[in-house]
């Protein structure tokens, strides 16, 4: 597999649009979970009983708004995909994932921050909010990997393309994708780690 950094003529650096999709979702998942546990001790303005249900409604609500937000953008991209070159080199999962990770540490550390001085007001709610996203997160990179299964290609974008975060895959930035085979890379569709065929 070509990696990151040993980039041939002419080519480009690629990503996989799945995974940096998902990397914040471990991240936002359990920072929630952490903030809801905690969040559950102070009674807060509203009481634990009113804290956990406003919780519970904001956890859907966010993991819809979450896994819906710029679908059309998306299918635009997909659409209109094109192959990947012979010289384009494929980035890692893992140099994806840390990219994405180290360029949202802070703003992750703020929302945990967050979601922890909220439950003195409503208790788990915000913690519950924050793992929202983080599952809209992985609905979305699921939902990715069903088309990329569907079309039978994985798919990609420039790394320069991302934003200097290593995020945004579908923003105003980014002008098209590119498609590989479906066993490029080191991912599986949906941008989840490839499972290796044991030996036999």
């Known amino acids: 597999m070509a990696r990151a950094g040993r980039e041939g003529r002419g080519g480009q650096g690629l990503a996989r649009v799945a995974v940096v999709v998902r990397a ?11 903030a809801a ?13 009113v804290g956990v249900m406003a919780g ?36 890692d999962r893992a140099v994806t994932v840390r ?19 909220s439950a003195f007001v409503v208790p788990a709610a915000g913690g519950m909010l924050l793992a929202g996203t983080g599952t809209g997160l992985r609905l979305k990179a ?5 088309r990329e299964r ?13 934003d200097r ?9 980014v002008k098209a994708y590119r498609g590989t085979g479906i ?9 989840a780690r490839r499972r290796t065929a044991a030996l036999v």
């Open 142 to 146: 699921a939902w990715l990997g069903r």
């Open 165 to 173: 975060r290593g995020g945004r895959p579908a923003g105003k930035a």
């Open 99 to 117: 990219n994405w990770r180290r360029g949202h540490r802070w703003w992750l550390l703020l929302a945990f921050a967050v979601a922890l001085g």
């Open 24 to 34: 914040g979702a471990a991240p936002l998942w359990w920072s929630g979970v952490f």
């Open 56 to 91: 519970a409604a904001l956890f859907i609500a966010g993991a819809a708004v979450v896994a819906l937000t710029r679908r059309k953008r998306y299918i635009a991209l997909l659409h209109g995909a094109a192959r990947a070159g012979k010289h384009d080199v494929l980035q």
């Open 37 to 49: 546990g905690a969040g559950v001790l102070p009674p807060g303005f509203t009481g634990r009983r």
């Open 183 to 191: 066993a490029a890379g080191d991912a599986a569709p949906g941008g």
């Open 150 to 162: 569907a079309g039978e290609q994985l798919v990609w974008l420039r790394v320069d393309w991302l």
